[in-house]
C-alpha cells in the first residue's frame, strides 16, 4: 500500500500528479512534485531530437517497472532471495483503422536471478500470481479512463 493509499479500496488513491512542460521542440519536462524529480521526454525525429524517451517508450518502461516490483514483492514475501532483476519491454506500434500510431501491445521479458538454494517452489508460485499485484499492467490490459480537459481555448 502506497503512503497515500487509503485502507478503505472503494476511495480512489490521489496526490500523485505528474506535471509536463515543453521545454522546446517536442521535448518536454516531466516533474515528479512528489519525489522532487524531474526527467525529459521527447519524440524521435524527424519531430524531435530523440534527448529522452518518447510516451511509448515510458510507458513500456511503467508497466516492466510495476511488473518487475510486483514479481520482487511476491518473491520476498515468499522470503525467495533474490540477486537481481533485470526487465525488457518494447513497445509495439502500429496503425488503427484510422490510420492512427497506437502503442498496440509491449512484449515484456523479466530475468530474475535468484541467490543460490532459494526455493523454486515458491518461486513458481509467484510466477502463477505476481502479475495480480500490478496496478499498471492490469489497468492498460483492462483498459482505463483518461479523462482530458483543454483549459485556454474557446471550444
Known sequence: MSNTQTADSSIPEK???VT???????RFKVTFPDADKTTIMDEPPPLGGA???????????SVANC??????????KSRVDVKSIKTE???ILSRNKEGYWRVTKIDIVLHPELVEGADT?????????????CVVTGA??????VNVKVDGIAQ
Not at 20 to 26: Q, R
Not at 53 to 58: D, E, G, H, S, T
Not at 67 to 76: E, G, I, Q, T
Not at 121 to 133: D, H, M, P, S, T
Open 20 to 26: 509536463v512542460e515543453l521545454v522546446e521542440g517536442y
Open 51 to 61: 534527448n529522452g524517451p518518447n510516451a511509448a517508450r515510458v510507458l513500456a518502461a
Open 89 to 91: 519491454a518494447e513497445p
Open 67 to 76: 511488473l518487475s516490483a510486483s514479481l520482487l514483492f511476491c518473491l520476498r
Open 15 to 17: 496526490g500523485n500528479k
Open 121 to 133: 517452489v515458491k518461486a513458481k508460485r509467484c510466477l502463477e500470481i505476481f502479475e495480480n499485484y
Open 140 to 145: 492498460v490490459r483492462n483498459g482505463l479512463s
